[in-house]
């Protein structure tokens, strides 16, 4: 499969300031020098802890703000270098889908006015026309035709959900970054509104960004996972290959998945230490301060992200010295 998003360095620093003639207290190291391949067709899962960057990085592959540093290559175009006018127009092919279907839905327009807007703001079609639309994607996300003329409130989360998803998908987007889309809802309504992604993406061949913290749900949807720690990618694998993952980091996160069957023990991996501020991040890796692994080089040098096996990379001494890596990089 062929790159739709090629992610390089990126970086974004959120300054803060305080006292009262405003002077600089630092700053929030919400990404630091991501790189990341997103392949046409593909799901990618990002998971990772609060704080741990994943949904900045969603909002910077979307432009809705800015990187610092590093570019961002969709189909080919730097949209890191690209004006107002020149992204509106692509922001037909990026949509999102958000966390919560309620917040995310205006209270005081009908559900086929939500699913009209995109519509109407990219001047696509007629009267006549994005009716026409509306009614179809109503149809296309499982709701009944009466949906149309209902408010959000009349709707449970799984149909808000479906809503926001309509939307999404009104202007024949080719990307979608789902941030913890199913995470507000309900155990029993989750896998729904899985299959129906599932089922979008065969259909009309969208790419999806899944972003969430449950490696759980990121197994069951992407077709490749990749693992954030304090702005930084710690490991990225195949989904088949989850149950071989190398790095501590994503190790603890496993070990906290919990299992079905109540008569089976599991063993947690406890990470020590407090999570480091992220106006002060710790030298070397920034999972230094955590990991049972860490020595001296790994609070010194930071370590790069590299291939240890096929299209599985890690950032991690421990792994390098465990099983030795080429000199290619990610990214």
Avoid at 159 to 170: D, L, N
Avoid at 296 to 301: D, F, L, S, T, Y
Wanted: hydrophobic share 40%; with cysteine.
């Amino acid at each position: 499969m062929t790159d739709l998003i090629k992610i390089k360095n990126i970086v974004k620093l959120f300054p803060l300031t305080g006292g009262f003639f405003g002077k600089s207290a630092g700053a929030v190291h919400a990404v630091n020098g991501v790189s990341l391949d997103i392949k046409k067709g593909e799901t990618l899962g990002l998971v990772g802890e609060s704080g741990s960057g994943k949904s900045t990085l969603g909002m910077l592959i979307l432009r809705l703000i800015d990187a610092d540093e590093g570019n961002i290559i969709f189909d080919g175009q730097d949209i890191t270098k690209m004006n107002q006018k020149e992204m509106r127009k692509l922001r037909k092919q990026m949509q999102v889908i958000f966390q919560d279907p309620y917040a995310s839905l205006n209270p005081r327009m009908t559900v086929g006015e939500i699913v009209e807007e995109p519509l109407l703001v990219h001047k696509i079609g007629n009267k006549k026309e994005r009716m026409d639309r509306v009614r179809e994607l109503i149809s296309l996300v499982g709701l009944a035709k009466d949906a149309q003329g209902k408010y959000p409130h009349e709707f449970s989360g799984g149909q808000r959900q479906r809503v926001g998803i309509a939307r999404a998908i009104a202007l024949n987007p080719r990307f979608i970054i789902a941030d913890e889309p199913v995470s507000a809802l309900d155990v029993s309504i989750r896998g729904e509104i899985i299959n129906l992604m599932n089922d979008l993406q065969a259909k009309f061949g969208l790419t999806y960004l899944f972003i969430s913290h449950d490696l759980t749900i990121v197994a069951h949807t992407s077709s490749r996972i990749a693992v954030m720690y304090l702005g930084r990618l710690m490991e990225s694998f195949p989904s088949t290959m989850m149950n071989a993952v190398l790095h501590p980091y994503t190790q603890a996160l496993l070990s906290a998945v919990p299992i079905p069957d109540p008569t089976l023990k599991k063993k947690r991996i406890i990470l020590s230490g407090d999570i480091p501020s992220p106006l002060k991040l710790p030298g070397g890796c920034v999972f230094n301060t955590r990991c049972k692994y860490a020595n001296e080089r790994c609070r010194e040098e930071m370590p790069l992200f590299k291939e240890y096996a096929d299209n599985c990379f890690a950032a991690c001494h421990y792994i390098n010295e465990m099983k030795p890596l080429g000199s290619s990089t990610h990214g």
